[in-house]
């Protein structure tokens, strides 16, 4: 499952229409391209991925503000919400996640209902504390992990990863039910994203300079791709006269 995926619907959407690079700029705001792979390259390929398994429309729009060929926006369509709420899900519930889904889950968790939120992450809770206990029943030697030397280390690791994992999504869930945050449904939400032309306050310049030549690039092979397309029709049409 990719946490790539699940971050570039859930931009997009908080803007109900988007760009790249107010994407990139949103996930990087987040701190995302340190605990996933959210670099510009990689948002560039799935806006345009996803644009052409239809969880994404694109529209273009007048040229970016360098001059450069016209930016192309994006929006979800309804399979792409289908996707977006699905990925969102298995993220909070599935215990198994890598921590980067986990992370891309709890950024959008306030997108669901409360309740919804809560029983998922109840969910991932007994789904950790079950994997513990399969695990430690038939894997831990009688005298103890210590009876595997060094090797035992890796089952202490995993066990306290698992009992940390829960008692931290446990004191999340406490925080949810205490009345923490603002849930779907229940008024306006904290807003996660930087309005169009804010800057980014944790962005270098290195960071902002890459995510703008990403963006150049992606606009001009977009301008590419649309004369080609162009260029094939008046083709097939010519042909079409002289026969």
């Known amino acids: 499952m990719s ?3 699940l971050l570039v619907l859930g ?3 908080q803007h109900g229409r988007a760009h790249g690079y107010q994407v990139r700029n949103d996930l990087e705001y987040w701190g995302a391209h340190e605990w996933s792979n959210a670099k510009p390259g ?3 390929h799935a806006l345009k991925q996803m644009a052409k398994e239809g969880l994404l429309r694109a529209h273009d729009i007048a ?4 001059g450069g060929p016209p930016r192309t926006e994006y929006e979800l369509t309804a399979a792409g919400a289908t996707e977006y709420f699905a990925l969102l899900r298995a993220a909070l519930s599935q215990h198994d996640q890598k921590t980067d889904m986990l992370s891309a889950g709890i950024g959008f968790v306030v997108d669901l209902p409360r309740a919804e939120a809560v029983a998922l992450l109840k969910e991932r809770v007994r789904g950790l504390r079950e994997w513990r206990g399969t695990v430690t029943g038939y894997y831990t030697p009688e005298g103890g992990p210590e009876q595997l030397g060094h090797i035992g280390e890796i089952m202490h690791m995993w066990v306290h990863a698992a009992d940390s994992g829960a008692a931290w999504t446990q004191g999340l869930i406490e925080r949810i039910e205490g009345g923490a945050y603002v849930f779907a449904g229940e008024g306006e939400p904290f807003v996660g994203v930087l309005a169009e032309g804010q800057e ?4 270098t310049t290195q960071d902002a300079q890459d995510a ?3 963006q150049d690039a992606q606009d001009a092979q977009d301008a590419q791709d649309a004369q080609d397309a162009g260029d094939g029709a008046g083709d097939g049409g010519a042909a079409s006269e002289a026969r």
């Not at 040229?63 to 360098?66: A, C, G, L, Q, R």
């Open 3 to 5: 946490a790539i995926r």
């Open 212 to 214: 703008q030549d990403a």
């Open 63 to 66: 040229p970016s503000t360098v």
């Open 42 to 44: 990689s948002i560039y």
């Open 200 to 203: 980014n306050p944790y962005a």
């Open 11 to 13: 931009a997009v959407r």
